[in-house]
């Protein structure tokens, strides 16, 4: 009851601060009064997203999304010699932006796979570390979707086929920094004691992308050692919770200058594929891919690189029991066609949800996560109803699901194989451990593969 009021007393906070920024001028923002603010309880519920890493690294196609820093920059061997073999001397990586086609790239396409996959929101690139937006911003001339390469606002085409055919929450990631512009590098060698960067480029852009396209995430990355002071973060997000358009629904992370991560802003993500394999007392997301090695499309990844959905179905299920949204990353070719292993694992994810997603969704963390006597048991519970999943990520050889977490009650406990519609009979072992008995059938009549849950109803 103290949870409840003290969230609607903050919501009601913020409602009262976003009628009083219109009135007038905003007090100067501070880290206290920005985390203050309620997460909105969609993203919680959600638990499930899909991240799309697209730009013109999707053309090399090598190595990993950060081609062009690893070339240029750290000249690292495998990427210079790729370039020499396959491009004339001189080359420049914009020159790569001409191919960034999207040639085959169908919005309503993939925003049917995109809701096939079980997911309830969806990330894009709106412009990584390169600076390349996929949207014609007017903050990037001639280094954008709409001026070069597929000449195309893609932003604008997923957001409306994802809006107009699913009802996935739509969000944007955004880089804080570019690379190699020159305003951005200007301040660095002023050890960003000058904002040039922020102030022409990349807030600009944010209030742009914001006020164009209303996402409800907003994934903010790169602040390149720089302090949130040099982004002003805190002014930005301030408008972004009080005046924007999306004011009400939007989430954000953590990502907004340096010693910001798992520390100030909305949901945590503390690193990428971050999995801390226990409950923490804030909302976090496990941002990860698919393709072990990078986030963008590799034309030399080896089937080995790719997540198995065994992997995959581990890990939302591990994430989830301990209170975080798993975000997995594909990786589209540069004329927009998302491959068939990508497929394969977002229907693959789709199918396993379908029979388990009531033990995901709107689900809360449990008082344990994982089983006390079998390895591979993950619980959650659900608000306000005496049910408790127990998810088990390989079946008993002889068919006896032992739990040590649990304490049944006779005569008032059930047990249920979701997917499966006979209950199932259970007893007591020693006093203490719940046995399960799962049905004797063939692997062709179970509900799912990969995973199974189990509804345990009037536990303790």
């Not at 001409?98 to 796979?113: K, T």
């Not at 649990?406 to 199932?424: D, E, Q, R």
Request: neutral net charge; aromatic residues 16%; proline residues 7%.
């Amino acid at each position: 009851m103290r949870l409840w009021l003290r969230c609607s007393s903050l919501a009601l906070i913020w409602a009262l601060l976003s009628i009083n920024a219109r009135c007038q001028s905003p007090p100067a923002p501070s880290w206290d009064l920005i985390d203050s603010r309620p997460l909105p309880p969609w993203f919680d519920q959600a638990k499930f997203g899909i991240f799309i890493h697209w730009g013109v690294f999707s053309v090399p196609s090598f190595g990993s999304e950060w081609f062009w820093y690893y070339w240029q920059t750290r000249k690292l061997k495998p990427y210079v010699e790729f370039m020499e073999r396959n491009y004339p001397p001189g080359f420049t990586y914009p020159e790569f932006a001409p191919m960034f086609s999207a040639a085959f790239f169908d919005a309503a396409q993939w925003a049917d796979l995109l809701n096939s996959s079980g997911a309830k929101y969806v990330v894009l690139t709106s412009k990584h570390h390169e600076g390349f937006t996929l949207w014609g911003s007017k903050y990037s001339w001639n280094w954008n979707a709409v001026d070069v390469g597929p000449h195309r606002d893609l932003v604008e085409e997923l957001a409306q086929a994802v809006r107009s055919r699913t009802s996935l929450k739509f969000g944007l990631y955004h880089s804080l920094f570019e690379w190699y512009n020159p305003a951005f590098l200007e301040d660095a060698a002023n050890v960003f004691q000058t904002n040039k960067f922020p102030s022409t480029k990349s807030l600009p852009e944010l209030y742009e992308i914001v006020n164009k396209y209303r996402p409800e995430i907003l994934w903010s990355d790169g602040d390149a050692g720089a302090p949130y002071t040099y982004w002003n973060s805190t002014g930005f997000l301030y408008w972004l919770y009080t005046q924007s358009p999306v004011r009400e629904t939007v989430v954000t992370n953590d990502r907004w200058g340096s010693g910001t991560i798992c520390k100030h802003g909305g949901f945590y993500t503390c690193a990428d594929r971050y999995s801390p394999g226990h409950l923490l007392d804030h909302k976090w997301e496990n941002c990860m891919t698919i393709d072990s090695k990078s986030w963008g499309y590799r034309r030399e990844a080896r089937l080995q690189d790719y997540l198995s959905i065994e992997e995959l179905v581990k890990t939302l299920v591990e994430t989830v029991s301990c209170g975080g949204n798993l975000l997995m990353n594909i990786g589209p070719t540069h004329d927009g066609r998302i491959i068939p292993i990508f497929e394969e694992r977002l229907r693959q994810m789709g199918q396993w949800l379908r029979v388990n997603g009531e033990a995901i969704y709107k689900t809360t963390p449990w008082r344990r996560q994982n089983d006390t006597v079998t390895p591979g048991v993950w619980y959650t519970s659900v608000p306000g109803k005496p049910v408790v999943y127990a998810t088990f990520l390989s079946w008993p050889k002889q068919g006896l699901l032992i739990l040590g977490a649990p304490h049944p009650t006779a005569g008032k406990t059930k047990v249920n194989l979701v997917g499966y519609s006979a209950p199932l009979e259970w007893e007591t072992f020693g006093g203490q451990e719940l046995v399960v008995m799962l049905p004797s059938v063939s692997a062709d009549q179970l509900p799912c593969q990969w995973a199974w849950s189990v509804k345990l109803t009037n536990v303790s």
